[in-house]
Every structure is written in C-alpha cells, then in structure tokens.
C-alpha cells in the first residue's frame, strides 16, 4: 500500500486500550500485569426501585445453575437497568467477569453486531486485537475457552434472534447469560432451555415511590392528590414516569394537578387517532412524549429532528455545533428526560457524550413521517458531515492520498490524538452511517466513507466493522462502474484479512483490485495494487516475484511525483526485504542504507518506517553474520517505538535484539531481551507470549527468571 508500510501486522491500537489504569513499562524489565476480569456493564442512571421480586426470582434461578434467563416486558419498562442493578449487586458470584453487549433488535444503526461484541469481549479479556479471529465461530470458540475456568455473567440486550445469542454464550459452570427484549425469543427455550421472566410495571405505591425519588419528597407531600393521579396515569412504566418528573422540573406547569389534567387529555385524543407508538402500543408514554416535545421551544423540537435522523443513537458536542445549535438548547433536552447525559461531571468538552432514548427516536421518526423529504435531507447532511471529518481524521494520522474528494476546505482537528480519539469515539456511528448511506442508495459517500476509515481501521484492527463496511463499499463502487475506487476499496479489505494473517484471502483481494487498477489510469492506484501483491508474495514465501513487483512500483512512483518520497522509501525498503529474503544480503544492507532511510528521512514525517526498516535491516545484517553492526539499530528502534508508544513493534525489535545477541553467543543478554518481549506479549494478551517466553527459558537452561 503507498504510504503506510503494512508488511506484519501493525499494532498501534495498544495506544487508546487501557489496563486498569496501570502503567506499563513495555520495554523495561517489569513484571506481568495481568487484565482484572471485565465488568463492561455501562452505567445506571436515576433512582430504581421496586425489582426485589425480580431480584430473588434470578437468585432462586442462579442457584438451580439454570444458565439463561430472558427478561421481558414492554419498552421502557426497566428491563435492562434490572438486570444491570442485579449483576451489579452480584458481581462477585461470576468471578470471570460480566460481559456486555446491545444488539440494538437487528435495527440498522442500533447496538452492535454479534462479531463485534465478541471482539470487544476478546479484547476485554485481554486477547490482542489483530489476534481476534476473524469468523465470527471462531470467535465464539476462543470466548468460550478463555471463559472456560470460573463462571461468567453475560447480558445481552435487544437480540434480534436466539441465533445471536448462541454465539455470545460461555460454557463454564455456575455462568449466567441474561437477555431483555420486549417478546419471548421465538426457540430460546426449546435451544437453551432459558427461563422467561417477565419484567412488570411498577405497582402503584412504587410509581409513586420512584415519582417521589425523582421530584423530592417535600413537593409530592404539598400536592399528595395529584401525585396520586400522576403515578395512577403513568400505569406504572418508570420511562413516563421520568418523563412527567421531567416535564415538572421545566416549571411550565402551575401544579402538578394541571400536568396532570393536560396529559389525561392528550392520552384521550391519542387514543381516538391511533396515533400510537410501533414499539409497544403504550397510550400514555405517546402522551407523555408528545407533550413534552410540544413544550419545548422550536429550537428544542427542531434539535430533536435532526438527532432523529442521526443514524446512531450516541453523539458528541460537534455534532451540535453542525446542526447549527447550541448547548443551552441541548440542555433543554436532557431536562426534558428526552436525552441522556452519558459522560461524567467535569468530563473536558471534546469528550463529552450524550444519547437519544430509542423510544424517543421512534416516536420524532413517526412524527417525521409525514414529511419523509426533510427527514431524508437531514439525514444526508450528517451522514456527509461524518464523511468530511473522517477525510480530516483520516489525512491527520497518515498523509495518505484519497481517491475520493480531501475536503480541504474542512477546519482541521487541533492534534493527532484529537483526530484519534474522535475517530475510536464514533467508531459506531460510522459503521451506521455507511449502513445508513447504503440504504439510502448513496454509493458515492458509501465508498468514499470507506476510504477514510483506513485511518480508524488500519490501526485499531476493528475487523468486523471493516470487513462489513467495506463489503458495502465494493457494492457501491460496482453500481458506479468506479473502477479505481472499487480497486482502493478492495486494496483496504485484502488489510483487514492481511492484518489477521489471512494472507490467501489478502492475495485474493489484492489480485482483484491489480485488475481494475491496471484499467483505472490512475497511477497511485495501480502502484498500490501491485505493492500490496508483492507483500502477499513475501509472506507465501515467493521473494523473487514480489522483488520483480518492489522494482514496478518503484519505476512507477519515482515517474511520478505527486506519489511522494514516502511512497519511493517504502518501494525501496520492500525491494531490500525481498533481496534479503534471497540471501543477497550485500546489495539488500546497500538498499536499505543507501536508499530507504535515506529517503524516509528526506521525507521528514516517517520517523515510525524509519524504526521499521533498522529492524528490517538487522534482520539482514544478522543473516549476513553481521549481528554486532544489527544490536546499534536495534536499540535505537526500540527506544523510538517507545516514544511512539509502539509495543508491540517494540516486542518484535526486542525479538530481532536477541536473535543478534545469540548470534555472538551472548546467552544472558538474548535471554533478557526475549523476557522484555515476553512481558510485552503477556501484558497484551498476545498468543505469541507462551513461545517467547518459552525460548528465554531454553537458552537459561530451563529455569526463567
């Protein structure tokens, strides 16, 4: 690929992961620091009450070993909270830790796929990412061997089918998988024997306890009557029930004895019009909703519009900032009870987060039904917006080229680590928003969206995401009949199978798109095409032809400068890795010295592919029985992989350290250096850590410090 060297897998994701806010000395002599079992349940929020009978029902399940529950109910009804509350308060029972995932009911743009959950359950766990399996079997098998020794919890929210969750589930003794969903899923019991527990509403005195907890005491005491009414009114669903304490904390109301009379009125021409909500039928949350959207100022409702038509649910402040509103409208919002605040107090603004209720969002949906035109147009608009800030992103962590528009004309993030933790903050949203862009039959933005998430995918290695996105993206540059970007598209997925090690399938794609980069005219395109072919080559073992491919691209490239010196670098540092793959280790080093670090370093802006290639390079000079020329490189490279905060690069130039070291049959330093990178793998969770740690051991004589 022009631009970024791809030749391994590269690991950069470690950056945005965290280790239970340890700090991890990857290159220095540290002991293991193992991953704490994961607790991935997102926060409650709001008073809760009334779930005893529940709570103990799942307690006398739990101590049958009875290993699924579904919990059912209408929407809103608390059915998610309950369970989070119970696992909570149960957490040291499934001391292999709690796992999560909202499937979002197999709705386009709502929870997330069966293979991403797993990969971040994985992930979790402490497995690297680029280790992830890519099937989604495979992925199941691994969870459940790595869950295999103490019991886990898994809940699993909103799932389409009783398929989904025969992948998501553990094996171990004494686990529990729960599910929510407003029905009984058709075959749960019959292929999982699971219990249904249907989640009630509140009984009356509850309503009116939780009514209480949310306005105060002291207010419901004044006005006890119309307290009454209002609990009786809400027939016990907690979400109106927040939704009519809402609408009291706006103070548009004179008594609660009016807001009660206005809703009883609402719910009755409701009930006469039909106007009722698809996702559960349910008179009085229609009522309580509509009420409170008809309370705010136009600047709220049409806020609220355009967060409808977002094709996510989660959001940030920038967002705002497009729609051309403001954050004082946004509160209104969050005091209405019709958005959520899902970030922290005091959180720095650039992080902050928010989310649109579902039902909220089905309810504006409906409502915009009649004028599906503008609906339709405000979700374009930031469905593009998504694809201009990932165009900035994208140019912010690599000055790759885009096929597709650059968007020059859009405001730059402030850093790279801005542009970083925007793209991994909306990770989500744009899988949607390519999902949405394809339902929409807007193949141009679906394909040129694909483009820029290289920036987001290249790194993190999210490989579901990528290979479904991409998928699309191939689909829609087909209808166009573009063939250079069907070309680009395809290059980027053969990555995804390349970074997981799958290297026929890359071969597979990267065969494709050299067809249609040789018809594009488009010469950054075919270089890339026949680059990437030759790093499949390398990796089947065929370095002759992937030399003749090294010595195409490099004619092509240095023919044409709008490639770049940082294309002619890697063109050189291929063709040096193919030289010495042949055993012409002279004239690979002469390549290497003369012409890659030369040019990467005129380039000014790959000090990352500059540590690559001395490993590259040490690799040579040690086959060449030059291993104390190769120990000088290497310690620089690791030094700059940890200023990168690289570690698993580090890891492998630590590997090539002790390669160097037993060449001049220096035992105890090659031992140390194979612990370093040992300690890196284990601290990642890599696969690779068992062999590693395993021939430090052999050269001490079997003992390991």
């Known amino acids: ?87 909570r308060s149960r957490s040291e029972r499934y001391r292999g830790g709690v796992y999560y995932a909202d499937l979002g009911g197999g709705r386009a743009g709502r929870g997330v796929s069966v293979a991403e959950a797993l990969d971040g359950w994985l992930v979790a766990k402490g497995v690297l990412s ?84 949310l306005v105060g005491e002291d207010r419901v005491q004044a006005e006890q009557a119309a307290f009454d009414q209002l609990a009786a009114f809400s027939e016990g669903h907690p979400l109106m029930l927040r939704v009519i304490a809402a609408e009291l904390s706006r103070g548009r109301w004179d008594s609660a004895g009016e807001l009660a009379q206005r809703l009883a009125d609402t719910r009755s021409r409701l009930r006469a019009s039909d106007q009722i909500m698809s996702s559960g039928g349910d008179y009085s949350v229609n009522a309580a909703l509509e009420l409170s959207v008809r309370g705010l100022p136009e600047s709220g409702r049409a806020l609220l519009r355009a967060l409808a038509s977002h094709p996510g649910s989660e ?44 039902l909220v969002q089905d309810f504006i949906r409906r409502e915009e039904a009649a004028d599906s035109v503008a609906y339709v147009s405000s979700q374009k608009a930031i469905i593009g917006w998504y694809l201009r800030r990932t165009a900035v992103a994208d140019r912010a962590r690599s000055p790759r080229w885009h096929v597709g528009p650059d968007f020059d004309d859009e405001p730059p993030f402030g850093d790279v680590d801005a542009a970083v933790s925007w793209l991994e903050a909306e990770q989500a949203n744009l899988r949607s928003a390519v999902v949405a862009a394809s339902e929409l039959g807007d193949d141009n933005t679906v394909w040129q969206l694909c483009e820029v998430l290289w920036g987001l995918y290249f790194w993190s290695n999210p490989f579901g995401d990528w290979i479904d996105t991409h998928h699309l993206g191939i689909e829609s540059a087909v209808r166009l009949g573009n063939r250079a970007a069907e070309a680009r598209i395809r290059l980027q997925l053969g990555f995804a199978y390349y970074n997981q090690d799958d290297i026929e399938q890359a071969a597979a794609e990267f065969a494709s798109a050299l067809s249609l980069a040789e018809d594009s005219g488009m010469v950054k395109v075919l270089a890339a095409a026949i680059e990437s072919a030759g790093l499949a080559d390398l990796r089947l073992g065929r370095p002759a032809q992937a030399l003749d491919r090294f010595e195409e691209v490099l004619a092509l490239v240095e023919a044409d400068p709008e490639t770049g010196l940082a294309a002619v670098a890697n063109a050189q540092r291929h063709r040096a890795r193919a030289l010495g793959a042949q055993g012409r280790y002279a004239e690979s080093i002469a390549v290497f010295t003369d012409h890659a670090i030369p040019t990467y370093q005129a380039e000014g802006k790959s000090s990352y592919n500059v540590a690559r290639t001395l490993v590259d390079l040490s690799d040579v000079l040690i086959a060449a029985g ?80």
């Open 315 to 358: 959001f940030g402040p920038d967002l705002i900032d497009f729609l051309g509103s403001d954050f004082s409208t946004l509160a209104d919002l969050v005091e209405s009870g019709l958005v959520t605040v899902l970030h922290e107090p005091g959180t720095p603004r650039s992080s902050r987060r928010w989310r649109l209720h579902t």
């Open 130 to 213: 680029s280790e992830v399996p890519p099937s989604l079997a495979a992925r199941s098998a691994l969870f459940q061997r790595i869950t295999a020794d103490e019991p886990v919890a898994v809940l699993i929210d909103d799932p389409a089918s009783a398929a989904q969750v025969a992948a998501l589930c553990p094996t171990s003794q004494g686990s529990l998988i729960m599910v929510t969903g407003h029905h009984e899923l058709a075959g749960i019991r019959t292929s999982h024997s699971a219990e249904f527990l249907r989640v009630p509403m509140l009984d009356h005195a509850f309503a009116l306890e939780l009514l209480t907890d």
């Open 626 to 705: 030059r291993a104390d020329e190769a120990v000088e490189h290497l310690h620089l490279a690791i030094a700059e992989f940890g200023r990168l905060r690289n570690p698993l690069q580090g890891a492998v130039a630590l590997i090539a350290l002790a390669s160097a070291y037993e060449a001049f049959a220096d035992v105890g330093n090659a031992a140390d250096a194979l612990t370093r990178a040992a300690e890196v793998y284990e601290a990642l969770g890599s696969l690779k850590a068992a062999d590693v740690r395993a021939r430090a051991q052999a050269l001490r004589g079997g003992t390991e410090r």
């Open 1 to 87: 690929m022009v631009g970024n060297d791809v030749s391994g897998s590269v690991h950069s994701l470690v950056q945005g992961r965290s280790f239970d806010n340890a700090t991890i000395n990857f290159f220095g002599g540290v002991s293991r620091l193992p991953l704490s079992a994961p607790a991935m349940l997102p926060p409650s929020h709001g008073p809760y009450t009334d779930r005893h009978a529940v709570h103990e029902r799942l307690d006398q399940l739990a101590d049958r070993e009875v290993g699924m529950v579904q919990l059912g109910g209408v929407a809103g009804v608390g059915k998610s909270s309950t369970a989070m509350r119970y696992l």
